[in-house]
C-alpha cells in the first residue's frame, strides 16, 4: 500500500506563512489535505489531481493556501499564506487511487492517510 510521509509542523504568528509537504511511496491518483481542530469535525482543505494537475480549495482559505505538486517525486505542497489563528489544527495528508460517484461527480475515495502534523498560528 502507498505510505504518505509528511513534513513536520509548526508554530507562527498569525500573518505568517508555512509550507507542509507530503510524499507518496507509489502511484496516487489524488492527493490532499485535511484537518481537525479540538472538538471540530474534519475538513477538507485543498486537493489535486495528479494526472491533470486541477485543484480545489476550501472557501475559508481559497486565496491564501496553494497546493502544488512534483511529480517526480510524488510530493505535494500545501503552501500556506495569511495564516490566521483560525488556521490552527491537526492537518493530515491523503491520497487516494481510486474514484467514486457522488452528486453526479467524481470524487476520490482516500484510501491512505498520513500521521497528521500540528499547525499553530497565535494571535
Known amino acids: 500500500q502507498v505510505q504518505l510521509v509528511e513534513s513536520s509542523g509548526d508554530s507562527v504568528q498569525a500573518g505568517g506563512s508555512l509550507r507542509l509537504s507530503c510524499r507518496a511511496s507509489?502511484?496516487?491518483?489524488?492527493m490532499g489535505w485535511f484537518r481537525q481542530a479540538p472538538g471540530k469535525e474534519r475538513e477538507g482543505v485543498a486537493s489535486?489531481?495528479?494526472?491533470?494537475?486541477?485543484?480545489s480549495y476550501a472557501d475559508s482559505v481559497k486565496g491564501r493556501f496553494t497546493l502544488s505538486q512534483d511529480k517526480g517525486k510524488n510530493t505535494v505542497y500545501l503552501q500556506m499564506d495569511s495564516l490566521k489563528p483560525e488556521d490552527t489544527a491537526m492537518y493530515y495528508c491523503?491520497?487516494?487511487?481510486?474514484?467514486?460517484?457522488?452528486?453526479?461527480?467524481?470524487?476520490?475515495?482516500?484510501?491512505?492517510w498520513g500521521q497528521g502534523t500540528q499547525v499553530t498560528v497565535s494571535s
Open positions: 491523503a491520497a487516494g487511487v481510486s474514484e467514486k460517484l457522488e452528486r453526479g461527480d467524481l470524487v476520490p475515495i482516500y484510501d491512505y
Open positions: 507509489g502511484y496516487t491518483y489524488s
Open positions: 489535486i489531481c495528479t494526472g491533470s494537475g486541477s485543484t
